[in-house]
T-cell receptor, first 113, second 115 residues
């Protein structure tokens, strides 16, 4: 399977702390994306990092990509209770059928006030 | 609000029945994707349409079919429903022919319960 796998499966922290989630994948990619899903709702795109990029920032989000290790991390700084959600990484799988995304199982983040 | 709409929000039906899920993409988006999310399988890509034509196929069962109409809305048809088809079905849209080069915008989903 080309699916990304997030780690940890669940993470519980206090407001104000940083949250780090990791993603590993199996094949080479064009880009990697992170999405967020509130319980039972649709996914919301957070950030896209291309295979030739190593780090990207968006507000309180920082994403890194290490293509040699086939891994990525998502850091949420100064977390808030509203950040409570599931976070998924998605890859495209270079050379595979274009258009499809491969999602991992997600990390369930709980931020306590 | 992503701009992608899906109807209905919830659907409860019996085994053996057939249902149609509808999706309207964001204005200007030509690609529509369908995904199934269940507890045991996670989020699985089903099928993609681009400007009315099938572009990519994933783990879509033969009992399932989809189409994209000239106005770019899409329908996912699920027939001979089984208990295991109970899941959240998401539609997403993007600008590009290859959605993997651009972010995808997800609708709120249709929760299907097969009893």
């Amino acid at each position: 399977s080309q699916q990304g796998e997030e780690d940890p499966q669940a993470l519980s922290i206090q407001e104000g702390e940083n949250a780090t989630m990791n993603c590993s994948y199996k094949t080479s990619i064009n880009n990697l994306q992170w999405y967020r899903q509130n319980s039972g709702r649709g996914l919301v795109h957070l950030i896209l990092i291309r295979s030739n990029e190593r780090e990207k920032h968006s507000g309180r989000l920082r994403v890194t990509l290490d293509t040699s290790k086939k891994s990525s991390s998502l850091l949420i700084t100064a977390s808030r209770a509203a950040d409570t959600a599931s976070y998924f990484c998605a890859t495209d799988g270079r050379g595979s059928t274009l258009g499809r995304l491969y999602f991992g199982r997600g990390t369930q983040l709980t931020v306590w006030p | 609000d992503s701009g992608v709409t899906q109807t209905p929000k919830h659907l409860i039906t019996a085994t053996g029945q057939r249902v149609t899920l509808r999706c309207s993409p964001r204005s200007g988006d030509l690609s529509v994707y369908w995904y199934q999310q269940s507890l045991d399988q996670g989020l699985q890509f089903l099928i993609q349409y681009y400007n009315g034509e099938e572009r990519a196929k994933g783990n879509i069962l033969e009992r399932f079919s989809a189409q994209q109409f000239p106005d770019l809305h899409s329908e996912l048809n699920l027939s001979s429903l089984e208990l295991g088809d109970s899941a959240l079905y998401f539609c997403a849209s993007s600008v590009a022919r290859s959605g993997a080069l651009h972010e995808q915008y997800f609708g709120p989903g249709t929760r299907l319960t097969v009893t």
